[in-house]
């Protein structure tokens, strides 16, 4: 596995060196909007630990962390007013998925019709 990088791109949000859209926060999680959209709604929500990816926080994180990182997800998305008609949630973990940034992170889209699953 990846070591984490204290100087990705969202170890600088969460630390506040660098700007970004913030919707919700709590112990637990930081949300905030993707820089590039890719739905009406496009919301990032990061655990506040150093994580790397999916694989790394399901192995390593703590049953608090987890469980209030996933309540998180949850309020993230009401708060979004997504619950009706609905929203996707994903995590990009490793190459094959081309995970961009090692900072574990979920998106999540909604505000239209988002269609099927995305094949290529
Ligand atoms: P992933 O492929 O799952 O690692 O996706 C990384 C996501 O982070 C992409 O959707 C990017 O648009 C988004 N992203 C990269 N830099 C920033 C940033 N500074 N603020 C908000 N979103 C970002």
New binding site residues.
Partial sequence: MTAYDPNN?FAK?LRGE?P?KKVYEDEFALA?D???PQAPVHV?VIPKGAYVSMDDFTKNATMDEIGGFFRAVGTVARRLNLAQPGYRFLA?HGAHA????FHF?V?IFGGRDLGGMIRR
């Fill in positions: 791109i949000i660098i970004c905030f993707d820089i590039n990032l990009n081309h995970q961009e940034v992170h998106h």
